[in-house]
């Protein structure tokens, strides 16, 4: 499919190059020239000079074609508003804008624009390997009522079911990581030791769930 990036920065590039790698066709746009030489020499996409919410320079980079589109300059005004014309006039269903301000990304999700919190990300990120006991989220929905978090389990849970942390839990267990690799639990899948535990819940839950976990399961619950 068609992919217009706004934005070839370090992450505009980086998409570049992946989603041609995938066989996808691909256009970047950004207001200066200068920013095409991270684009590597063998790149056969399109490189459009211009704004990325200018109409002509959309359909210069084949916006009525494209089947995605995604605004990652360094500003978040022009990410938004590129996001909302590709949307609006163009039609393009499936856009994503990269936000700083976390609050404003809240904002945009109501509006229907899905976006990407740099600065939250980069903070869960960092968290999750300074403050390694407990729930560190690995994702969080920008309203901030839900995230996907890596939550650790006395050893008393090994040999429990998934359907078990659930049930207990109230929470979903998203994945488990076992020796590197992740696992998609099913009815009969087992906690064992060295497994790490992947949870969705809403995010004022975790304290609860923490707790849970942390002490050893009654005989009940095993």
């Keep these: ?3 217009v990036i706004m934005g070839c920065g ?3 590039s980086t998409l570049a190059h992946i989603l041609e790698d995938n066989g996808h066709s691909v256009a970047v746009i950004d207001r200066d020239p200068q920013a095409f030489r991270r684009l590597r ?3 056969r996409g399109r490189r459009v000079t211009g704004i ?3 109409r002509d320079v959309l359909e210069e980079a084949g916006i009525t074609s494209a089947a995605a589109f995604v605004a990652v300059s360094s500003g978040d005004n022009s990410n938004i508003i590129s996001a909302r014309v590709a949307r609006e006039m163009f039609g393009v269903d499936n856009v994503v804008a990269r936000i700083y301000d976390p609050r404003r990304a809240e904002v945009y ?3 229907g624009i899905p976006t990407v919190a ?3 990300w980069t903070a869960d990120q960092i968290l999750r390997r300074v403050l390694p ?4 989220p690995f994702w969080r929905d920008p309203t901030g009522t839900v995230i996907l978090a890596e939550v650790a389990f006395h050893q008393g849970w090994i040999g429990t079911r998934a359907r078990v942390i659930e049930d207990v839990t109230g929470a979903r267990v998203a994945f488990v990581n076992r020796m590197g690799e992740a696992l998609v639990p099913k009815d009969a899948t087992v906690l064992q030791e060295g497994d790490l535990l992947h949870l969705i819940a809403a995010e004022n839950e975790m304290d609860r769930i923490n707790k849970a976990l942390s002490a050893p399961p009654s005989d009940e619950e095993h």
Excluded: C, K, P, Y
């Excluded at 006991?133 to 560190?136: I, K, Q, T, Y």
């Design 118 to 120: 740099t600065v939250r």
């Design 41 to 43: 020499a063998g790149f």
């Design 10 to 12: 370090r992450v505009g």
């Design 52 to 54: 990325g919410f200018d």
């Design 1 to 3: 499919m068609h992919i």
């Design 109 to 111: 999700q109501r509006l």
């Design 133 to 136: 006991e407990g729930a560190e």
